[in-house]
Protein backbone atom coordinates (compact mmCIF):
# COMPACT_ATOMS: atom_id res chain seq x y z
CA UNK A 1 0.00 0.00 0.00
CA UNK A 2 1.50 2.96 -0.82
CA UNK A 3 1.83 6.44 1.47
CA UNK A 4 -0.93 8.40 0.07
CA UNK A 5 -3.46 5.98 1.23
CA UNK A 6 -2.89 7.30 4.89
CA UNK A 7 -4.80 9.88 3.86
CA UNK A 8 -8.94 9.98 3.21
CA UNK A 9 -9.68 13.17 1.73
CA UNK A 10 -13.21 11.90 0.58
CA UNK A 11 -14.64 9.74 3.67
CA UNK A 12 -16.51 6.86 3.32
CA UNK A 13 -20.63 6.89 4.32
CA UNK A 14 -22.17 4.07 5.99
CA UNK A 15 -23.47 2.50 9.18
CA UNK A 16 -24.50 4.37 13.03
CA UNK A 17 -22.29 4.60 15.45
CA UNK A 18 -22.92 5.02 19.11
CA UNK A 19 -20.58 5.99 22.14
CA UNK A 20 -20.85 6.72 25.55
CA UNK A 21 -18.24 9.29 26.91
CA UNK A 22 -16.76 8.00 30.16
CA UNK A 23 -16.55 11.17 31.65
CA UNK A 24 -13.00 11.69 32.02
CA UNK A 25 -11.13 14.95 32.25
CA UNK A 26 -11.50 17.58 29.96
CA UNK A 27 -8.08 18.51 27.35
CA UNK A 28 -6.85 21.73 26.50
CA UNK A 29 -6.85 21.64 22.28
CA UNK A 30 -4.11 23.24 20.86
CA UNK A 31 -0.15 23.36 20.14
CA UNK A 32 2.44 24.64 21.76
CA UNK A 33 4.11 27.24 19.16
CA UNK A 34 7.46 28.28 19.48
CA UNK A 35 7.93 32.23 20.02
CA UNK A 36 4.90 34.45 18.73
CA UNK A 37 2.68 33.09 15.50
CA UNK A 38 0.74 34.59 13.67
CA UNK A 39 -2.58 32.61 13.95
CA UNK A 40 -6.31 32.29 14.16
CA UNK A 41 -8.79 30.27 16.70
CA UNK A 42 -11.29 28.11 14.94
CA UNK A 43 -15.01 29.72 15.31
CA UNK A 44 -16.44 26.28 16.35
CA UNK A 45 -13.79 24.77 17.87
CA UNK A 46 -10.30 25.36 19.77
CA UNK A 47 -8.57 24.34 16.39
CA UNK A 48 -5.47 26.61 16.19
CA UNK A 49 -4.85 27.72 12.33
CA UNK A 50 -1.40 29.54 11.47
CA UNK A 51 -1.35 32.94 8.72
CA UNK A 52 2.17 32.09 7.35
CA UNK A 53 2.86 30.97 3.94
CA UNK A 54 3.62 27.41 4.29
CA UNK A 55 6.16 27.76 1.49
CA UNK A 56 8.36 29.64 3.68
CA UNK A 57 8.24 26.81 5.81
CA UNK A 58 8.35 23.83 3.97
CA UNK A 59 9.77 22.79 0.63
CA UNK A 60 6.51 21.41 -1.46
CA UNK A 61 7.31 18.33 -3.02
CA UNK A 62 5.55 15.54 -5.48
CA UNK A 63 2.32 14.56 -4.75
CA UNK A 64 1.52 11.84 -3.24
CA UNK A 65 -2.50 11.40 -3.60
CA UNK A 66 -5.45 13.86 -4.68
CA UNK A 67 -8.99 13.24 -4.53
CA UNK A 68 -12.26 15.48 -4.58
CA UNK A 69 -11.34 18.33 -1.82
CA UNK A 70 -7.42 18.63 -2.17
CA UNK A 71 -4.62 16.52 -2.54
CA UNK A 72 -1.21 15.28 -0.48
CA UNK A 73 2.02 15.92 -1.26
CA UNK A 74 5.80 15.38 0.27
CA UNK A 75 7.01 18.38 2.11
CA UNK A 76 10.37 18.68 3.85
CA UNK A 77 10.96 21.16 6.33
CA UNK A 78 13.49 24.10 5.73
CA UNK A 79 14.90 24.27 9.11
CA UNK A 80 16.17 20.83 9.91
CA UNK A 81 15.39 18.86 6.76
CA UNK A 82 13.10 16.41 8.32
CA UNK A 83 10.38 15.04 5.78
CA UNK A 84 6.35 15.69 6.16
CA UNK A 85 3.08 14.88 4.18
CA UNK A 86 1.45 18.10 3.63
CA UNK A 87 -2.90 17.37 3.24
CA UNK A 88 -4.04 20.72 1.05
CA UNK A 89 -7.62 20.67 1.95
CA UNK A 90 -10.17 23.15 -0.45
CA UNK A 91 -12.28 25.42 1.85
CA UNK A 92 -15.67 26.67 1.23
CA UNK A 93 -15.25 30.16 0.55
CA UNK A 94 -18.86 31.49 1.61
CA UNK A 95 -22.02 29.30 3.50
CA UNK A 96 -23.95 28.07 0.51
CA UNK A 97 -20.23 27.13 -1.07
CA UNK A 98 -20.76 23.43 -2.40
CA UNK A 99 -16.71 23.48 -3.73
CA UNK A 100 -14.56 22.29 -0.75
CA UNK A 101 -14.86 21.01 2.61
CA UNK A 102 -17.11 23.27 5.07
CA UNK A 103 -15.01 25.29 7.40
CA UNK A 104 -16.16 23.50 10.85
CA UNK A 105 -15.33 19.96 9.27
CA UNK A 106 -11.60 21.07 9.10
CA UNK A 107 -11.39 22.93 12.15
CA UNK A 108 -12.68 19.80 13.99
CA UNK A 109 -10.18 17.86 12.60
CA UNK A 110 -7.66 19.74 13.21
CA UNK A 111 -8.64 20.54 17.27
CA UNK A 112 -9.10 16.92 17.48
CA UNK A 113 -5.32 15.91 16.35
CA UNK A 114 -3.68 18.72 18.44
CA UNK A 115 -4.78 17.48 20.85
CA UNK A 116 -3.51 13.91 20.79
CA UNK A 117 -0.19 13.42 21.05
CA UNK A 118 0.31 9.52 21.00
CA UNK A 119 3.08 7.38 19.74
CA UNK A 120 0.31 5.21 17.99
CA UNK A 121 -1.44 7.70 16.66
CA UNK A 122 -0.81 10.19 13.31
CA UNK A 123 1.12 13.45 14.59
CA UNK A 124 0.07 16.80 13.47
CA UNK A 125 3.12 19.04 13.39
CA UNK A 126 1.83 22.20 11.79
CA UNK A 127 -1.45 23.62 10.39
CA UNK A 128 -1.55 26.94 7.63
CA UNK A 129 -4.80 28.19 6.80
CA UNK A 130 -5.25 30.80 3.48
CA UNK A 131 -8.41 32.28 2.30
CA UNK A 132 -9.42 29.51 -0.40
CA UNK A 133 -7.07 26.43 1.12
CA UNK A 134 -6.30 24.68 4.43
CA UNK A 135 -2.76 22.52 5.01
CA UNK A 136 -2.02 20.21 7.47
CA UNK A 137 1.41 19.10 8.06
CA UNK A 138 1.13 15.36 9.10
CA UNK A 139 3.82 12.60 9.67
CA UNK A 140 4.76 10.55 6.86
CA UNK A 141 4.25 7.13 7.54
CA UNK A 142 5.87 5.01 4.89
CA UNK A 143 5.35 1.60 6.33
CA UNK A 144 2.07 0.44 4.42
CA UNK A 145 -1.28 -1.12 5.78
CA UNK A 146 -1.35 -2.88 8.61
CA UNK A 147 -3.28 -5.84 6.75
CA UNK A 148 -0.80 -5.95 3.69
CA UNK A 149 2.45 -6.21 5.75
CA UNK A 150 0.85 -9.37 7.62
CA UNK A 151 -0.75 -10.98 4.23
CA UNK A 152 3.17 -10.86 3.28
CA UNK A 153 4.34 -13.23 5.83
CA UNK A 154 4.40 -16.77 5.44
CA UNK A 155 3.23 -17.33 8.68
CA UNK A 156 2.09 -15.28 12.02
CA UNK A 157 1.82 -16.88 15.58
CA UNK A 158 -0.96 -15.27 17.92
CA UNK A 159 1.57 -13.68 20.20
CA UNK A 160 2.77 -11.40 17.42
CA UNK A 161 -0.69 -10.58 16.11
CA UNK A 162 -1.17 -9.40 19.97
CA UNK A 163 1.31 -7.38 19.73
CA UNK A 164 -0.15 -5.08 17.11
CA UNK A 165 -4.04 -5.48 18.79
CA UNK A 166 -1.95 -4.26 22.00
CA UNK A 167 -0.78 -1.14 20.11
CA UNK A 168 -4.25 -0.35 18.41
CA UNK A 169 -5.50 -0.81 22.01
CA UNK A 170 -3.12 1.85 23.73
CA UNK A 171 -4.07 4.29 21.06
CA UNK A 172 -7.58 4.07 21.50
CA UNK A 173 -6.99 3.81 25.34
CA UNK A 174 -5.54 7.51 25.24
CA UNK A 175 -8.31 8.67 22.61
CA UNK A 176 -10.69 7.46 24.75
CA UNK A 177 -9.65 9.27 28.14
CA UNK A 178 -9.76 12.17 26.50
CA UNK A 179 -13.17 11.39 25.34
CA UNK A 180 -12.63 11.18 21.76
CA UNK A 181 -13.62 8.70 19.32
CA UNK A 182 -12.13 7.47 15.92
CA UNK A 183 -15.82 6.45 14.32
CA UNK A 184 -13.89 4.78 11.29
CA UNK A 185 -11.41 2.56 12.68
CA UNK A 186 -11.05 -0.13 10.07
CA UNK A 187 -7.90 -1.72 8.41
CA UNK A 188 -7.25 0.95 6.02
CA UNK A 189 -6.75 3.26 9.02
CA UNK A 190 -4.25 0.92 10.96
CA UNK A 191 -0.60 1.55 9.36
CA UNK A 192 2.54 1.32 10.09
CA UNK A 193 5.55 3.49 10.47
CA UNK A 194 8.09 2.00 8.95
CA UNK A 195 7.53 -1.87 8.04
CA UNK A 196 11.46 -2.98 7.61
CA UNK A 197 11.81 -4.02 10.96
CA UNK A 198 10.65 -7.01 13.36
CA UNK A 199 7.59 -5.34 15.56
CA UNK A 200 6.85 -2.01 13.18
CA UNK A 201 5.06 0.45 15.24
CA UNK A 202 1.43 1.26 15.03
CA UNK A 203 -0.28 4.35 13.59
CA UNK A 204 -4.16 4.73 13.89
CA UNK A 205 -4.89 7.70 10.93
CA UNK A 206 -8.01 9.46 9.30
CA UNK A 207 -9.55 11.59 11.95
CA UNK A 208 -11.95 13.05 9.29
CA UNK A 209 -15.00 11.09 10.71
CA UNK A 210 -13.71 11.79 15.09
CA UNK A 211 -15.81 13.20 17.27
CA UNK A 212 -15.18 14.84 20.54
CA UNK A 213 -17.73 13.43 22.80
CA UNK A 214 -20.24 14.73 25.00
CA UNK A 215 -19.56 14.53 28.34
CA UNK A 216 -21.40 11.22 30.10
CA UNK A 217 -23.57 11.68 26.96
CA UNK A 218 -24.63 9.66 23.95
CA UNK A 219 -22.96 10.62 20.70
CA UNK A 220 -25.29 9.08 17.84
CA UNK A 221 -23.68 9.65 14.30
CA UNK A 222 -24.43 8.11 10.54
CA UNK A 223 -20.80 7.54 9.40
CA UNK A 224 -18.42 5.14 8.98
CA UNK A 225 -18.41 1.71 7.59
CA UNK A 226 -20.93 -0.86 7.64
CA UNK A 227 -19.10 -3.72 8.97
CA UNK A 228 -17.29 -2.06 11.49
CA UNK A 229 -20.37 -0.58 13.05
CA UNK A 230 -20.98 0.85 16.64
CA UNK A 231 -18.10 2.07 18.76
CA UNK A 232 -14.44 1.90 17.85
CA UNK A 233 -14.44 -1.44 20.44
CA UNK A 234 -17.05 -3.29 18.59
CA UNK A 235 -14.47 -2.19 15.58
CA UNK A 236 -11.45 -3.97 17.00
CA UNK A 237 -13.60 -6.81 17.46
CA UNK A 238 -14.18 -6.92 14.08
CA UNK A 239 -10.60 -6.07 13.50
CA UNK A 240 -9.26 -8.97 15.57
CA UNK A 241 -12.16 -11.76 14.59
CA UNK A 242 -10.89 -10.98 10.84
CA UNK A 243 -6.88 -11.15 11.62
CA UNK A 244 -7.32 -14.52 12.94
CA UNK A 245 -9.69 -16.25 10.69
CA UNK A 246 -9.57 -14.17 7.31
CA UNK A 247 -12.77 -13.91 7.93
CA UNK A 248 -15.43 -10.98 8.25
CA UNK A 249 -17.79 -12.27 10.81
CA UNK A 250 -20.55 -10.00 9.55
CA UNK A 251 -19.85 -9.31 6.16
CA UNK A 252 -22.92 -9.75 3.29
CA UNK A 253 -23.23 -9.69 -0.18
CA UNK A 254 -24.81 -5.88 0.10
CA UNK A 255 -24.64 -3.19 3.12
CA UNK A 256 -28.12 -4.31 4.02
CA UNK A 257 -27.18 -7.52 4.61
CA UNK A 258 -24.24 -6.86 6.54
CA UNK A 259 -26.12 -4.43 8.79
CA UNK A 260 -29.25 -7.05 9.26
CA UNK A 261 -26.38 -9.54 10.15
CA UNK A 262 -25.24 -7.39 12.68
CA UNK A 263 -28.50 -6.36 14.40
CA UNK A 264 -28.94 -10.05 14.30
CA UNK A 265 -25.56 -10.97 16.39
CA UNK A 266 -25.45 -13.73 12.93
CA UNK A 267 -21.22 -14.62 13.04
CA UNK A 268 -19.78 -17.77 14.93
CA UNK A 269 -16.44 -19.24 15.58
CA UNK A 270 -16.31 -22.02 12.74
CA UNK A 271 -13.56 -24.96 13.18
CA UNK A 272 -12.42 -24.88 9.60
CA UNK A 273 -11.26 -20.61 10.38
CA UNK A 274 -10.67 -20.91 14.23
CA UNK A 275 -9.28 -24.57 14.10
CA UNK A 276 -5.79 -23.06 15.37
CA UNK A 277 -7.22 -20.13 17.37
CA UNK A 278 -6.80 -19.92 21.17
CA UNK A 279 -9.92 -20.15 23.63
CA UNK A 280 -8.59 -16.60 25.35
CA UNK A 281 -8.80 -15.15 21.73
CA UNK A 282 -12.01 -16.06 20.90
CA UNK A 283 -13.12 -14.90 24.17
CA UNK A 284 -11.32 -11.52 23.62
CA UNK A 285 -13.36 -11.28 20.47
CA UNK A 286 -16.96 -11.75 22.16
CA UNK A 287 -16.62 -9.18 24.79
CA UNK A 288 -15.84 -6.85 22.27
CA UNK A 289 -18.95 -8.27 19.93
CA UNK A 290 -21.53 -7.48 22.41
CA UNK A 291 -24.53 -6.10 20.80
CA UNK A 292 -25.35 -3.72 24.38
CA UNK A 293 -22.39 -1.09 24.66
CA UNK A 294 -22.57 -0.80 28.07
CA UNK A 295 -21.19 -4.34 28.64
CA UNK A 296 -18.81 -4.39 25.99
CA UNK A 297 -15.07 -4.31 27.05
CA UNK A 298 -13.72 -0.60 27.47
CA UNK A 299 -9.93 -0.23 25.89
CA UNK A 300 -8.02 -0.59 29.40
CA UNK A 301 -10.21 -3.14 30.12
CA UNK A 302 -8.87 -5.00 26.98
CA UNK A 303 -5.13 -4.18 28.08
CA UNK A 304 -5.74 -6.34 31.14
CA UNK A 305 -7.48 -9.46 29.48
CA UNK A 306 -5.69 -12.00 30.01
CA UNK A 307 -5.07 -12.96 25.99
CA UNK A 308 -3.56 -9.34 26.33
CA UNK A 309 -1.89 -9.62 29.50
CA UNK A 310 -1.32 -13.25 30.45
CA UNK A 311 -1.94 -14.01 34.03
CA UNK A 312 0.29 -17.57 33.74
CA UNK A 313 2.96 -18.79 31.88
CA UNK A 314 0.61 -21.55 30.55
CA UNK A 315 -1.31 -18.77 29.09
CA UNK A 316 1.48 -17.01 27.38
CA UNK A 317 2.36 -20.51 26.20
CA UNK A 318 -0.55 -21.31 24.20
CA UNK A 319 -0.50 -18.12 22.66
CA UNK A 320 2.59 -18.53 20.95
CA UNK A 321 1.72 -21.80 20.39
CA UNK A 322 -1.31 -20.82 17.76
CA UNK A 323 -1.14 -18.87 14.86
CA UNK A 324 -3.33 -16.93 12.64
CA UNK A 325 -5.23 -18.68 9.49
CA UNK A 326 -2.87 -17.51 6.89
CA UNK A 327 -4.15 -18.70 3.52
CA UNK A 328 -7.67 -17.23 4.73
CA UNK A 329 -6.33 -13.92 5.77
CA UNK A 330 -4.14 -13.46 2.40
CA UNK A 331 -7.17 -14.18 0.64
CA UNK A 332 -9.89 -11.88 2.68
CA UNK A 333 -7.14 -9.12 2.22
CA UNK A 334 -6.72 -9.87 -1.73
CA UNK A 335 -10.49 -9.45 -1.95
CA UNK A 336 -10.66 -6.38 0.24
CA UNK A 337 -7.83 -4.73 -2.36
CA UNK A 338 -10.02 -5.57 -5.25
CA UNK A 339 -12.94 -4.21 -3.53
CA UNK A 340 -10.83 -1.36 -2.51
CA UNK A 341 -9.17 -0.95 -6.40
CA UNK A 342 -13.04 -1.31 -7.41
CA UNK A 343 -14.57 1.06 -5.76
CA UNK A 344 -11.65 3.77 -6.54
CA UNK A 345 -12.24 3.83 -10.31
CA UNK A 346 -15.62 3.87 -9.88
CA UNK A 347 -15.00 7.09 -8.44
CA UNK A 348 -12.93 8.23 -10.57
CA UNK A 349 -15.30 7.39 -13.46
CA UNK A 350 -17.53 9.39 -11.70
CA UNK A 351 -16.08 12.32 -11.15
CA UNK A 352 -14.69 12.32 -15.11
CA UNK A 353 -18.27 12.09 -16.09
CA UNK A 354 -19.44 15.13 -14.11
CA UNK A 355 -16.77 16.58 -14.77
CA UNK A 356 -17.65 16.28 -18.35
CA UNK A 357 -20.88 17.06 -17.69
CA UNK A 358 -20.18 20.24 -15.71
CA UNK A 359 -17.68 21.10 -19.45
CA UNK A 360 -20.62 20.49 -21.89
CA UNK A 361 -22.88 22.69 -19.67
CA UNK A 362 -20.24 25.56 -19.21
CA UNK A 363 -20.30 24.99 -23.39
CA UNK A 364 -23.51 25.50 -23.85
CA UNK A 365 -24.17 28.10 -22.03
CA UNK A 366 -21.12 29.73 -23.67
CA UNK A 367 -22.89 29.02 -26.85
CA UNK A 368 -26.23 30.55 -25.62
CA UNK A 369 -24.47 33.79 -24.34
CA UNK A 370 -23.10 33.75 -28.02
CA UNK A 371 -26.12 33.88 -29.53
CA UNK A 372 -28.01 36.25 -27.33
CA UNK A 373 -24.84 38.55 -28.14
CA UNK A 374 -25.27 37.73 -32.09
CA UNK A 375 -28.86 38.68 -31.65
CA UNK A 376 -28.07 41.50 -29.53
CA UNK A 377 -25.87 42.90 -32.06
CA UNK A 378 -27.94 42.39 -35.03
CA UNK A 379 -31.01 44.31 -33.52
CA UNK A 380 -28.55 46.97 -32.49
CA UNK A 381 -26.94 46.99 -35.69
CA UNK A 382 -30.37 47.42 -37.78
CA UNK A 383 -31.68 50.39 -34.75
CA UNK A 384 -27.90 52.00 -36.16
CA UNK A 385 -29.53 51.76 -39.59
CA UNK A 386 -32.93 52.99 -39.03
CA UNK A 387 -31.37 55.96 -37.13
CA UNK A 388 -29.09 56.19 -40.33
CA UNK A 389 -31.68 56.53 -42.63
CA UNK A 390 -34.05 59.54 -40.25
CA UNK A 391 -31.00 61.35 -40.57
CA UNK A 392 -30.72 61.14 -44.34
CA UNK A 393 -34.32 61.43 -45.24
CA UNK A 394 -34.57 64.95 -42.70
CA UNK A 395 -31.07 66.23 -44.28
Request: charged share 25%; with cysteine.
Amino acid sequence: MSVEQQFSILPEPGGLYSQVSAGCSSLRAGSKAEGPVRGRVGKSSMAVFKLENVEDLYEIGEVLGSGHFGQVRAVQERATGVRWAGKFLKVRKCASSRLGLERRTVEREVEILQALQHNNIMALKDVFESRAEVVLIVELISGGELFDFIAAKESLSETEAIDFIKQILQGLSYMHRKNIAHFDLKPENIMLSDKDIPLPNIKIIDFGLAQRLPEGGEYKSMCGTPQYIASDMWSLGVITYILLSGMSPFQGETDEETLTNIVKMNYMFDDFHFRETTPMAKDFIQKLLVKEQSERMTAEECLLHPWIKPLTRKEAASRSQSSINMKNFKRFNARRKWKMSYNMVWACTRLSRLQLLCKTRANEDEELRQCESDQEDTENNHRASLIRRRLSSSS
